[in-house]
């Protein structure tokens, strides 16, 4: 079975890299596909921790929820603004300082209101991961008091 | 940077570059600790609305919980977070967002930790957090 990212998204690709939150902290996303990526580049504004240069756990939780509404997104025939109803993280370790961070997400099950995903965030290899997701997405069918939708 | 080992929340959050990058301080009112975070462009996730990111409401949130059990344990290390769960319960809009966190249990190596936040009525939270952290 082939897969084929909407057009609607790969119009809206470089919109979305342009999200503000991501921009600001040096993310970009990577690919758009079954599996949603993004690289985040180690930077020293990310640190949560300054006497190891670990980087905060929001840094992780924030691509995390990026991609995943990425992944949301690469299911849908058509836009539609979508917002984060919960999203859990387990750390399972602390990222490694001056390293790259990659996310990837992929949606499991899209309803008519809420799509889930599952994700992970790892330093290059998907088996040792830096955390897991798991996140509940609402789809708001119609726009939000009538804006329309270009991207996210 | 062992300011934080004085339990000064404020000078806590002060050494953390992210908290730097999001803006967000930290007061204590009447023996409560609050964050704080004002609105800025950086910080937007859906630039049509404009909302906040998920990300940055999961950060402050984080922070709230990390600054808390400084706070009330004065810990000689910051607390590592095991798991969270961020509940959304309102868009966050471009004004500032408040913080606070209470420990629900404290054990000798894990905290429970709940926080929320909230924007300009604090009986109408934007989200909350419950999160597991070892100390």
Not at chain 1, 27 to 38: F, L
């Amino acid at each position: 079975m082939t897969f084929e990212v909407p057009a609607w998204l790969k119009r809206a690709k470089s919109h979305m890299n342009m999200t503000p939150y991501l921009a600001g902290i040096g993310g970009e996303i990577v690919d758009i596909g079954p599996v949603a990526r993004a690289r985040l580049p180690y930077s020293d504004k990310l640190v949560g921790d300054p006497q190891t240069g670990v980087v905060h756990g929001g840094v992780i939780t924030g691509l995390l929820d990026h991609t995943s509404g990425l992944a949301v997104m690469v299911k849908l025939r058509e836009p539609m603004p979508i917002a984060t109803l919960d999203l859990r993280i387990d750390y399972m370790r602390p990222a490694k300082p001056q390293e790259d961070i990659f996310a990837e997400c992929e949606c499991v099950r899209v309803t008519h209101e809420v799509a889930f995903v599952r994700g992970t965030a790892h330093q290059g290899d998907a088996k040792d991961p830096i955390a897991l997701c798991t996140g509940a997405f609402m789809l708001i069918r119609g726009g939000v008091h009538g804006i329309p939708v270009t991207s996210a | 940077m062992s300011d934080y080992r004085t339990g000064d929340p404020a000078k806590l959050i002060e050494a953390i570059p992210y908290c730097h990058h999001l803006g967000i301080t930290a007061q204590v009112e009447d023996g409560a600790l609050v964050l704080t975070m004002p609105f800025a462009q950086h910080l937007i996730g859906n630039p049509m609305l404009p909302a906040l990111h998920g990300g940055v409401i999961g950060s402050l949130l984080e922070t709230a919980a990390i600054a808390q059990v400084i706070y009330e344990t004065r810990g000689e290390r910051l607390p590592k977070p095991v798991d969270i769960t961020v509940d959304y319960l309102r868009s966050g809009r471009a004004v500032t967002s408040y913080a606070r966190a209470r420990i629900a249990r404290q054990g000798k190596r894990v905290v429970n930790v709940h926080a929320e936040m909230w924007q300009e009525d604090e009986a109408k939270p934007v989200a909350n957090l419950r999160g597991h952290f070892l100390i």
